[in-house]
């Protein structure tokens, strides 16, 4: 087990973080998975093939391995936002500030 231990531990160490949407990060819950996953207390329990699998797949996504096989012709989104802008609608800080806007007088 520490040897897959040490390929989550270079997994999550190319996975990034992204500060400003807190615990709803995805990075910060693999990370917080893995931790869980690897205690001492569930270290027998794990099940090696379903640890394999679960890396691969999360490998092939920080290596971005999806979308350089289905190259993009065109970026544009359903809302027409640019990246920047919806990672920053998706902030934390904008979602507060929509939250206080939507709060009634009364």
Not at 38 to 43: G, K, L, N
Not at 55 to 76: I, P
Request: aromatic share 10%; with cysteine; glycine share 4%.
């Amino acid at each position: 087990m520490t040897s897959q231990y040490k390929k989550f531990i270079k997994l999550i160490a190319k996975w990034p973080v992204d500060t400003t949407k807190g615990d709803r990060d995805l990075g910060r819950f693999i990370r917080d998975k893995v931790k869980t996953a690897f205690e001492s207390s569930e270290r027998q329990n794990l099940d090696s093939e379903l640890c394999t699998r679960h890396y691969n797949s999360l490998n092939k996504l920080a290596d971005n391995h999806y979308k350089n096989k289905y190259k993009r012709t065109q970026n544009s989104t359903a809302t027409g936002l640019s990246t920047e802008e919806c990672n920053l609608i998706l902030s934390n800080e904008v979602l507060q500030y929509l939250k206080e806007e939507n709060k009634g007088k009364f």
